[in-house]
């Protein structure tokens, strides 16, 4: 079975400073890893992924995640946030073989002028 | 412009009336998928279809129903059977399907409300 936790419900940040949004998994073999965004009433939107390689990896709108296996983390970084980037936040995961992606709940990001 | 369109954005339904939503797309994706997202609760899967004329159940599939007839599209009809079927409904799509290791697009969503 696959699981992914997003352990904040909300993260507050002022304009300007790095943001951190954190994401924990679970698999039983080798994740493929993903962050979206929502904005209200829409769709999700893809942000980057973690697939092999680099366990930086760089995506959309000044995005970036962190694959450390060891501490099976995925947390999304942005060195300085925009209030624009204000949405709701999907860590998720898939097993190489799983067939199917699994979410976690969701962090709401409020970035403050 | 390739995509995913889902019909109706609105729709509020009666008690015990089944209604379904339509989902389409002009990507040429094999793969097909229906998540349901509540507050708090993030996206649980629904239905998931690989490939044409096949179909599996996700993790909340009772009261629940899809085909897969066409490549294109993914019909979900929510019946009656669903205890509590209000809430916002998220088709999206792959290029592949169980070795698929990229993203899925996703739709815009679906909002039932049933009174």
């Known amino acids: 079975a696959q699981s992914v936790a997003q352990p904040e419900d909300q993260v507050n940040v002022a304009e300007g400073n790095p943001l951190t949004v954190k994401c924990t998994y679970s698999v039983s073999g080798n994740p493929y890893l993903f962050w979206y965004v929502q904005y209200p009433n829409r769709g999700l939107q893809f942000l980057l992924k973690y697939i092999t390689g680099d366990n930086l990896v760089k995506g959309s709108y000044g995005f970036e995640a962190e694959f450390n296996k060891s501490q099976t983390s995925f947390h999304l970084k942005k060195p300085s946030a925009l209030v624009s980037d204000s949405a709701l936040y999907f860590c998720?995961?898939?097993?190489?073989?799983?067939?199917?992606?699994?979410f976690g709940d969701g962090t709401t990001l409020t970035v403050k002028p | 412009d390739g995509g995913i369109t889902q019909s109706p954005k609105y729709l509020f339904r009666k008690e015990g009336q089944n209604v379904t939503l339509s989902c389409e797309q002009n990507l040429n994706h094999d793969a097909m998928y229906w998540y349901r997202q509540d507050p708090g609760q993030g996206l649980r899967l629904i239905y998931y279809?690989?490939?044409?004329?096949?179909?599996q159940k996700g993790d909340i599939a009772e009261g629940y129903s899809v085909s897969r007839e066409k490549k294109e599209s993914f019909p979900l009809t929510v019946t009656s059977a669903q205890k509590n079927p209000t809430a916002f409904y998220l088709c999206?799509?792959?290029?592949?399907?169980?070795?698929?290791?990229?993203?899925?697009?996703f739709g815009e969503g679906s909002r039932l409300t049933v009174l």
């Open positions: 999206a799509s792959s290029p592949g399907g169980q070795d698929w290791a990229g993203e899925l697009f």
């Open positions: 998720a995961v898939r097993d190489r073989w799983a067939g199917k992606s699994t």
């Open positions: 279809s690989q490939i044409v004329n096949d179909f």
